[in-house]
């Protein structure tokens, strides 16, 4: 944030259910570095198999943020006084201040290996023997990856955990969008166009439909998938040491026009193999065959490049950009460990400028639905590395100012026990977004959607979470697990004390003992056995009762 007074429209969500906005100010001075404390959940992170991730104490972890990608040179995030795409540590201290512990902070190959070439080059682009393209230069990435570790400990200090993602929307900026640098771009030919309307429109476009083929197949001369492995085992290297780094999302909504074909089910096949390469392929998701990959994908695909200089930070997988609309995920087991089911969750009922829903209750509905979809398809994921299947993880949905829809689903991301990042924290003139989507707005003040999303929750719990919900309307929290006496850290569950409690909260833990002091952010509940029951309510204890 840019200011040390923020002003919050809708501070009492009470009245934002009843359809007013009341607007308040709060007064929050950006504070200091947060000290490393027993309170706040640190260290690294894993998702050995279930649908939890873990510490390194055994407690049941749940990673809540947001988004934040810049989509433009440099393509990065970092603390930059004065620049459009500054991450300083007063938006971190924000971050903090509402609850959040993870951010999916975007990087995007162009900025990591911009090259000199431009589209449809012959030496890249033509059918051959794969060559290196002779684009990449590592002082280049060097620099790119020094400032992306800037943001990182920026982050860190505030105790949020960072997930880096390898962004990209409609392929490259070439076609109006972000990820692949121009040289990468090959359209056998085709004339590169900018559709009309919406920037999605350009999906249509079929220049931009050869050049994803082009990738998925990897059947041109400059190794494209070989080069973005590359520059990801750069991205390990780097990070491979950093607990704060949670870990890796691969590729953001990957798309080829194939998907929108009934029964065509290639584009997933295609993506299964780049995740994996050649030599261990991963299994088909409607009959467990093994995959035969195209015969020109790199032998290792990302996850084992990856893998062989990083063999302890997260994989966070995602499924074709159709899936986030409610389609099923085609992807099949792949046997490898650390993996996380990642998952967006959109509706196809919105403004094409705003993303605000059209329909509130059809949008409900079909996020619902995707939701309730991508939790029935995580367990047939399994895998002798994961026998359980892997964890789960909605890394974006949102992108909008209806409070009615962030309220339905953030209540049903308690109901399904969901760890989150909304898209997005800042709207950078964001060229394949909405007008709506971002909690701070272009004054550098929260939209009411941020105290949707600012609730309390369990961010580490030393057992097995049973259920956990909050209120909005009155501000309170349960949470039932059953602890586990093995587990000696505390149960820790964040209390957002600056948005919803002013005059403090009243808190209960039957089963166990309450051990952090009166009204802190991090409320700390230790020792139990069996079902403890925890409680956050507003004000004094003797309001508890009712």
Same mark, same amino acid.
């Given at each position: 944030?840019?200011?040390?007074?923020?002003?919050?429209?809708?501070?009492?969500?009470?009245?934002?259910?009843?359809?007013?906005?009341?607007?308040?100010?709060?007064?929050?001075?950006?504070?200091?570095?947060?000290?490393?404390?027993?309170?706040?959940?640190?260290?690294?992170?894993?998702?050995?198999?279930?649908?939890?991730?873990?510490?390194?104490?055994?407690?049941?972890?749940?990673?809540?943020?947001?988004?934040?990608?810049?989509?433009?040179?440099?393509?990065?995030?970092?603390?930059?006084?004065?620049?459009?795409?500054?991450?300083?540590?007063?938006?971190?201290?924000?971050?903090?201040?509402?609850?959040?512990?993870?951010?999916?902070?975007?990087?995007?190959?162009?900025?990591?290996?911009?090259?000199?070439?431009?589209?449809?080059?012959?030496?890249?682009?033509?059918?051959?023997?794969?060559?290196?393209?002779?684009?990449?230069?590592?002082?280049?990435?060097?620099?790119?990856?020094?400032?992306?570790?800037?943001?990182?400990?920026?982050?860190?200090?505030?105790?949020?955990?960072?997930?880096?993602?390898?962004?990209?929307?409609?392929?490259?900026?070439?076609?109006?969008?972000?990820?692949?640098?121009?040289?990468?771009?090959?359209?056998?030919?085709?004339?590169?166009?900018?559709?009309?309307?919406?920037?999605?429109?350009?999906?249509?476009?079929?220049?931009?439909?050869?050049?994803?083929?082009?990738?998925?197949?990897?059947?041109?001369?400059?190794?494209?998938?070989?080069?973005?492995?590359?520059?990801?085992?750069?991205?390990?290297?780097?990070?491979?040491?950093?607990?704060?780094?949670?870990?890796?999302?691969?590729?953001?909504?990957?798309?080829?026009?194939?998907?929108?074909?009934?029964?065509?089910?290639?584009?997933?096949?295609?993506?299964?193999?780049?995740?994996?390469?050649?030599?261990?392929?991963?299994?088909?998701?409607?009959?467990?065959?093994?995959?035969?990959?195209?015969?020109?994908?790199?032998?290792?695909?990302?996850?084992?490049?990856?893998?062989?200089?990083?063999?302890?930070?997260?994989?966070?997988?995602?499924?074709?950009?159709?899936?986030?609309?409610?389609?099923?995920?085609?992807?099949?087991?792949?046997?490898?460990?650390?993996?996380?089911?990642?998952?967006?969750?959109?509706?196809?009922?919105?403004?094409?400028?705003?993303?605000?829903?059209?329909?509130?209750?059809?949008?409900?509905?079909?996020?619902?639905?995707?939701?309730?979809?991508?939790?029935?398809?995580?367990?047939?994921? !399994?895998? #002798?590395?994961?026998? %359980? *299947?892997? /964890?789960?993880?909605?890394?974006?949905?949102?992108? +909008?100012?209806?409070?009615? =829809?962030?309220?339905?689903?953030?209540?049903?991301?308690?109901?399904?026990?969901?760890?989150?990042?909304?898209?997005?924290?800042?709207?950078?003139?964001?060229?394949?977004?909405?007008?709506?989507?971002?909690?701070?707005?272009?004054?550098?003040?929260?939209?009411?959607?941020?105290?949707?999303?600012?609730? !309390?929750? #369990?961010?580490?719990? %030393? *057992?097995? /979470?049973?259920?956990?919900?909050?209120?909005?309307? +009155?501000?309170?929290?349960? =949470?039932?697990?059953?602890?586990?006496?093995?587990?000696?850290?505390?149960?820790?569950?964040?209390?957002?004390?600056?948005?919803?409690?002013?005059?403090?909260?009243?808190?209960?833990?039957?089963?166990?003992?309450?051990?952090?002091?009166?009204?802190?952010?991090?409320?700390?509940?230790?020792?139990?056995?069996?079902?403890?029951?925890?409680?956050?309510?507003?004000?004094?204890?003797?309001?508890?009762?009712?």
């Amino acid at each position: 944030m840019r200011a040390g007074r923020i002003v919050v429209a809708g501070l009492l969500l009470g009245g934002l259910l009843a359809g007013g906005l009341i607007a308040a100010l709060v007064t929050a001075a950006a504070p200091g570095p947060s000290a490393t404390s027993a309170s706040e959940l640190t260290g690294w992170l894993s998702g050995p198999t279930g649908p939890y991730l873990t510490d390194e104490h055994g407690r049941v972890v749940f990673l809540r943020g947001v988004n934040a990608v810049y989509k433009y040179a440099p393509f990065e995030l970092y603390p930059a006084s004065g620049q459009p795409y500054n991450l300083s540590a007063k938006d971190a201290a924000e971050m903090s201040r509402l609850g959040f512990n993870v951010v999916r902070l975007g990087i995007i190959w162009q900025g990591l290996e911009p090259g000199t070439a431009g589209p449809n080059d012959p030496a890249i682009c033509d059918r051959g023997p794969a060559v290196d393209p002779r684009q990449f230069n590592a002082a280049i990435a060097d620099a790119y990856l020094d400032r992306v570790a800037k943001t990182v400990a920026v982050l860190a200090r505030y105790h949020i955990y960072t997930l880096l993602d390898m962004h990209e929307d409609i392929y490259s900026s070439v076609f109006g969008g972000e990820g692949a640098p121009p040289w990468a771009v090959c359209t056998n030919g085709l004339p590169i166009r900018h559709l009309p309307g919406r920037w999605s429109n350009t999906y249509a476009d079929p220049a931009l439909d050869a050049a994803t083929v082009n990738f998925w197949t990897n059947d041109v001369r400059g190794d494209l998938q070989g080069q973005l492995d590359r520059v990801w085992k750069l991205v390990a290297e780097k990070f491979k040491d950093d607990s704060w780094v949670v870990g890796y999302d691969l590729i953001n909504e990957p798309f080829s026009r194939s998907v929108i074909k009934v029964n065509e089910r290639e584009v997933a096949r295609r993506l299964e193999c780049f995740y994996t390469g050649r030599a261990r392929p991963g299994r088909d998701a409607l009959d467990g065959s093994l995959l035969r990959c195209p015969h020109r994908d790199p032998l290792e695909g990302v996850i084992p490049t990856i893998r062989s200089v990083d063999p302890r930070h997260l994989i966070f997988f995602e499924p074709d950009i159709f899936s986030s609309h409610n389609l099923p995920n085609d992807l099949g087991p792949m046997n490898y460990h650390g993996l996380v089911f990642n998952f967006h969750v959109y509706c196809g009922y919105r403004s094409p400028v705003t993303g605000d829903p059209t329909n509130l209750t059809a949008c409900v509905d079909q996020e619902l639905r995707t939701m309730q979809r991508r939790r029935a398809e995580r367990p047939g994921l !399994a895998t #002798p590395a994961q026998p %359980a *299947g892997p /964890p789960w993880f909605m890394s974006e949905f949102g992108a +909008t100012q209806s409070v009615p =829809l962030l309220l339905r689903l953030t209540d049903l991301g308690d109901e399904m026990q969901l760890g989150w990042t909304y898209w997005a924290w800042q709207y950078y003139d964001d060229p394949t977004g909405s007008a709506h989507e971002a909690l701070v707005g272009p004054t550098g003040a929260l939209e009411a959607t941020a105290l949707v999303l600012s609730r !309390a929750y #369990p961010q580490a719990v %030393a *057992g097995i /979470p049973l259920s956990f919900d909050y209120s909005p309307t +009155t501000a309170t929290f349960h =949470l039932v697990y059953e602890a586990d006496p093995a587990i000696s850290s505390p149960t820790v569950v964040y209390v957002p004390v600056g948005v919803h409690y002013p005059r403090g909260y009243c808190a209960t833990a039957a089963g166990a003992t309450i051990v952090s002091a009166p009204n802190a952010t991090h409320l700390l509940v230790t020792g139990g056995h069996g079902v403890v029951a925890v409680t956050v309510k507003q004000s004094g204890c003797q309001n508890l009762d009712g």
